[in-house]
């Protein structure tokens, strides 16, 4: 067991990686000299050359077009956009043409690429630098999508990432790069597109992903002190989607709430509440119900910042609510 923060794991699975398969390229603004904007990509210019970690210009749609190429022609790049805020200047290169080109070619070509980015809140970064819009990513037929919450998952699904054959979108989040665990490198990990169930209780579901996890273990940790335990479903990937664990627990339940950072108008919690109503619905005792982010831009305030999206407090009162 080694303890590593979520940045080191990251940086780590990507040292790894690069040591394994010399066709593995980093590709990005600032990745190479500075070390990425969040550190994660720090030295391994030094360790891997610059003919391995290329500094590009501040081109988003650049960076995504030359990723997509590389990876048509043999290579596999991984790309970082500095914020997920700025996916939409790559939608033509990410989602036209990546999403795309398997089927297009009639499965003779792919493009195994992972584009790492992170969102959502907590450094009152502003509405243009704190979003959470794996909503985008998540509509999109032909993008897997996964989302670490742990210190482990951040080590092992970018390693998975990096071995699809598809492109993978890896969203960080950006409050959990502290974060610290201890973390066996070595061990086994759940296979790619599996959820993993943090906490089992009876009385309620939670269903969630990325940093929220955190808040509904807290939360879930406060509503056992008074006699109510909920169980925790952690996604890690969001595509695929693996509702074959979330199902068991809530025909069991019979009470199922989905917590997510984004918006909650047409947001993953919106997907997530509609798939368990119709494949749980005989054995719902009360409708599913929506946690998640306000339908407005996130503010500089760091009051404000915290009072628009999900927190501990918010999941327990409305957990309660329902077992009223």
């Known amino acids: 067991m080694v303890e590593m923060t979520y940045r080191e794991a990251l940086r780590q699975a990507l040292a ?21 904007a969040y550190g994660v990509t720090r030295d391994l210019i030094k360790e891997f050359g610059a003919h391995r970690v290329i500094d590009t210009p501040i081109s988003e749609a650049a960076i995504v077009g030359a990723a997509v190429g590389a990876a048509m022609t043999g290579l596999r790049p991984v790309a970082e956009l500095m914020y997920v805020d700025f996916i939409g200047m790559t939608m033509d290169q990410l989602a036209n043409q990546a999403a795309k080109i398997r089927y297009m070619f009639g499965g003779q070509i792919g493009v195994p690429m992972v584009l790492r980015t992170q969102g959502g809140t907590g450094r009152s970064a502003g509405a243009q630098h704190s979003q959470s819009l794996e909503a985008y990513v ?31 979108v890896f969203i960080e989040h950006k409050a959990l790069y502290t974060m610290k665990e201890d973390v066996d490198l070595a061990a086994e990990p759940l296979p790619w597109g599996k959820a993993a169930v943090r906490r089992a209780g009876d009385d309620l579901v939670i269903v969630t992903y990325s940093r929220q996890v955190h808040h509904a ?8 002190a008074q006699g ?6 952690d996604l890690r990937t969001l595509n695929p989607l693996d509702f074959d664990t979330i199902r068991p627990f809530v025909e069991r339940a019979g009470r199922a709430m989905v917590v997510s950072e984004g918006v909650m108008t047409a947001g993953v919690g919106a997907e997530l509440s509609a798939r368990i109503t119709e494949e749980c619905f005989d054995f719902l005792h009360d409708p ?12 500089v305030s760091p009051a404000l910042e915290a009072g628009s999206v999900p927190g501990p407090a918010l999941i327990a009162e409305t957990a309660l609510r329902m077992l009223a």
Request: hydrophobic content about 50%.
């Open 16 to 36: 790894d990686a690069m040591t394994e398969n010399p066709d593995i390229i980093l590709l990005g603004e600032e990745v190479g000299r500075y070390g990425g």
């Open 138 to 168: 998540m509509h999109t037929p032909g993008l897997r999508l996964a989302m670490p919450a742990t210190v482990a998952d951040a080590y092992h699904l970018l390693r998975q990432a990096m071995t699809c054959p598809d492109p993978v």
């Open 217 to 224: 273990m807290a939360a879930a940790a406060t509503l056992a």
């Open 228 to 233: 109510i335990e909920a169980t925790v479903i």
């Open 288 to 299: 599913v119900v929506r946690v998640a982010g306000e339908d407005i831009p996130i503010s």
